[in-house]
């Protein structure tokens, strides 16, 4: 079955970028029925979608981020990255990774994995 | 894009039937019937309950439905089960691949 891993650095300082990639097992990143997507929840708050990317490299980001953001795709090695600049603890999250559709839902997700944004 | 409004908490006792809502606008909510719920335990990841409104992925029991009216949906949690105690999130479609979660609804089993 489908398995989605996130993984990255825990800590990250004050200005730097948070950099994390999701590895996708038991199947193909480069389906032409799913988006790949970023989304997070700051700690004892609500989910915020952070962008999302299609097998082909075409990308989709939340207005609010687009300007610190790239997602990308390796499709070779069947993982896609996220990566925000200029990080400040506002940042800090839990960072899922998970397969959808933008009319189905997402149905497949990563545990998460947290980020913590501090000197 | 501003979040879609949840109320904060719901609740009801065992074999009672609760309600949770999901306003947004006419940009998201009202403009597409592509709104999904989701259910979180505490550190768990979210599980898709709900998608298209009111479809359920398999394996997802009956006692949840969903349903639309205007730019408000809500989700049905009927026949309240101890492990249904978690929270919940809504969603939307918000065009040109936009995507915008709710505030979340902590629901308590009484």
């Known amino acids: 079955q489908l398995q989605l891993q996130e993984s990255g650095p825990g800590l990250v300082k004050p200005s730097e970028t948070l950099s994390l990639t999701c590895t996708v097992s038991g199947g193909s990143i480069s389906t032409s029925d799913y988006y790949w997507g970023w989304i997070r929840q700051p700690p004892g708050k609500g989910l915020e979608w952070i962008g999302s990317?299609?097998?082909?490299?075409?990308?989709y980001y939340n207005p609010s981020l687009k300007s610190r953001l790239t997602i990308s795709v390796d499709t070779s090695k069947n993982h896609f990255s996220l990566k925000l600049r200029s990080v400040t603890a506002a940042d800090t999250a839990v960072y899922h990774c998970a397969r959808h559709t933008f009319v189905h839902g997402m149905d497949v997700w990563g545990q998460g994995t947290t980020v913590t944004v501090s000197s | 894009q501003s979040a879609l409004t949840q109320p904060p908490s719901a609740s009801g006792s065992p074999g009672q039937s609760v309600t949770i809502s999901c306003t947004g606008s006419?940009?998201?909510?009202?403009?597409?019937?592509?709104v999904s719920w989701y259910q979180q335990h505490p550190g768990k990841a979210p599980k898709l309950m709900i998608y298209?409104?009111?479809k359920r992925p398999s394996g997802v029991p009956d006692r949840f439905s969903g349903s639309k009216s205007g730019t408000t949906a809500s989700l049905t949690v009927s026949g309240l089960q101890a492990e249904d105690e978690a929270d919940y999130y809504c969603?939307?479609?918000?065009?040109?691949?936009?995507?915008?979660f709710g505030t979340g609804t902590k629901v308590t089993v009484l």
């Open positions: 990317i299609y097998y082909g490299g075409s990308t």
């Open positions: 006419s940009s998201d909510v009202g403009g597409y019937n592509y």
């Open positions: 298209e409104v009111s």
């Open positions: 969603s939307s479609y918000a065009g040109i691949n936009n995507y915008v």
